[in-house]
């Protein structure tokens, strides 16, 4: 599986709308864009996926680059819960292994 | 329905002992996977299983093993144990295998060496 590189922390404000980026500049052409988050003392949460088009669902919207080499997490409005570590991470349309990063410490700041 | 459970939660064990966890995924899931996560390595892929049989694994010792029973129910086992081998070790199952399929974690079986 292809690596991804994403900043090691961020901060964002409470009710403001937060962009994780991640790169991924290997991508293959069938991998998935899958993005999860681990809050303190909890398994890894899923948030969303998507392959090639932009994705929205209840917890976040992904928006993929035209070259696939690239992708945004966005949280529409940060809230104390969604304190947690973000893992971005590509995987092939065949096997399920996944390869976690370091990924992205979110602070959200009351 | 409910989710991902693993048992159990935690485990002391001493150097040379070996240890089974278990991990029932979600009614449905045919796939499972097995992670280990320590603050050094972060996350680390074990193996995964689909319809009992173990589709790929990862870079870690033959001391590391595990199945799965036709009800997709899975096992790992760890035998002769390390000091290094306390971390905590995930399960997470899915609908099926391939990358389009979202995977969902269980809490954790914390396991500590002495």
């Known amino acids: ?110 | 329905k409910a989710g991902v459970t693993q048992t159990p939660r935690y485990l002391i064990k001493t150097r040379g002992q070996q240890v089974t966890l278990s991990c029932s995924p979600i009614s449905g899931h045919r796939s499972v996977s097995w992670y280990q996560q320590t603050p050094g390595q972060g996350l680390q892929f074990l193996f995964e299983y689909f319809s009992e049989t173990q589709r790929n694994k990862g870079n870690f010792p033959g001391r590391f093993s595990g199945r799965q029973f036709s009800n997709s129910r899975s096992e790992m086992n760890v035998s002769t144990l390390e000091l290094g081998d306390s971390a905590l070790y995930l399960c997470a199952s899915s609908l099926s295998a391939g990358g389009s399929y979202e995977q969902y974690f269980g809490p954790g079986t914390r396991l500590t060496v002495t």
């Not at chain 1, 992708?71 to 973000?86: E, F, G, K, N, Q």
């Not at chain 1, 096997?95 to 410490?105: I, R």
């Open chain 1, 1 to 110: 599986d292809a690596k991804t590189t994403q900043p090691n922390s961020m901060e964002s404000n409470e009710e403001e709308p937060v962009h994780l980026p991640c790169n991924h500049s290997t991508i293959s052409g069938t991998d998935y864009i899958h993005w999860y988050r681990q809050l303190p003392s909890q398994g890894p949460e899923y948030v969303i996926h998507g392959l090639t088009s932009n994705v929205n669902n209840r917890m976040a919207s992904l928006a993929i680059a035209e070259d696939r080499k690239s992708s945004t997490l966005i949280l529409h409005r940060a809230t104390l819960r969604d304190a947690a570590v973000y893992y971005c991470i590509l995987r092939a349309s065949t096997g399920n292994q996944f390869y976690f990063g370091t990924g992205t410490s979110l602070t959200v700041i009351p």
